[in-house]
């Protein structure tokens, strides 16, 4: 069934459809914007949130903001939906509303054929970890002289991490389970995505169980384990962004310490630091 098919036949409830235009992208702003007429038929209910639920049972919850007299999806949020649903120019997505400010979201690759399960997923906490310039720069620099301006030892980047060091490399075990976090603009939680927790059979214990993060200085941070919209993630994370100066775009490898299979640390890398 195409995509045009399904909104013909929704008629009982409200729905819209996305799409690119020519020349267009998922990630540009007129892409984020919730018409105005679904708007206007439940009056304050998209105001501050809304929840995409997909065929496979993922859902993700997405901030809304008021622009002028339109309602924008939040920026990050909305460019994580497209990422994690590898989403390509010529595909259609259709939005049925279910109850306040849940939606149904069917994917129609290429408009026609529907996605029933989660596509082929990317290995993002696999790829290479790019320093900053000025940190690339300094690899360049002889040992004695990177030695000197760090107090008598060499930097993480003057011994040998390169343009092309790799996450395994920041472990301390290299057998760990680990993903990669870019920081975003807001940082609550610090979610670890179903990807990662299919890959490496992850669990974790009951919601508000105690749980550390274990930072690049030695020092320990204490958290809880949470559940919102159907992920896993652990308190905390905005404090340690703050203390430590974490800016958006700034790269952590995030290595997961298990008892078993329940996760029960997390020791932070600070790429970027």
């Known amino acids: 069934m195409s995509a045009m098919s399904v909104i013909e036949q929704n008629v009982s409830k409200p729905s819209f459809c996305k799409s690119v235009p020519l020349g267009g992208s998922w990630n540009s702003k007129s892409m984020r914007i919730i018409p105005e007429e679904l708007e206007r038929s439940m009056p304050g209910a998209l105001e501050h949130k809304v929840v995409f639920k997909v065929r496979w049972e993922n859902s993700w919850l ?9 309602l924008f999806i939040d920026e990050e949020d909305w460019d994580e939906f497209v990422d994690d649903n590898r989403l390509a120019p010529n595909d259609i997505l259709v939005f049925t509303h279910e109850d306040t400010m849940r939606f149904e979201v069917q994917i129609f690759k290429n408009g026609e054929k ?4 989660a596509p082929p997923e990317a290995e993002p906490e696999t790829k290479p970890l790019n320093p900053k310039p000025q940190e690339t720069n300094t690899a360049t620099a002889s040992t004695s002289a990177s030695a000197s301006a760090n107090g008598g030892t060499n930097s993480r980047v003057s011994q040998g991490c390169g343009n092309d060091k790799s996450p395994e490399q920041y472990l301390l075990n290299p057998k760990s389970a680990y993903f990669v976090k870019t920081v975003g603009k807001k940082n609550d939680v610090l979610y670890v995505r179903q990807p990662v927790i299919k890959k490496y059979g992850l669990k974790f214990g009951p919601v508000d169980s105690a749980i550390n993060y274990y930072l690049p200085n030695g020092t ?11 992920y896993p993630c652990f308190t905390g994370w905005g404090a340690i962004c703050r203390a430590h100066k ?8 995030c290595e997961l310490e298990r008892s078993g299979d329940v996760v029960t640390a997390v020791r ?6």
């Open 62 to 70: 997405l901030w809304v903001q008021r622009e002028k007299k339109d």
């Open 114 to 117: 529907e996605l029933m399960s």
């Open 220 to 230: 320990e941070e204490a958290a809880v384990n949470k559940v919102y919209t159907g």
């Open 246 to 253: 974490l800016q958006q775009g700034d790269t952590v490898v």
């Open 268 to 273: 932070l890398h600070f790429v970027d630091k």
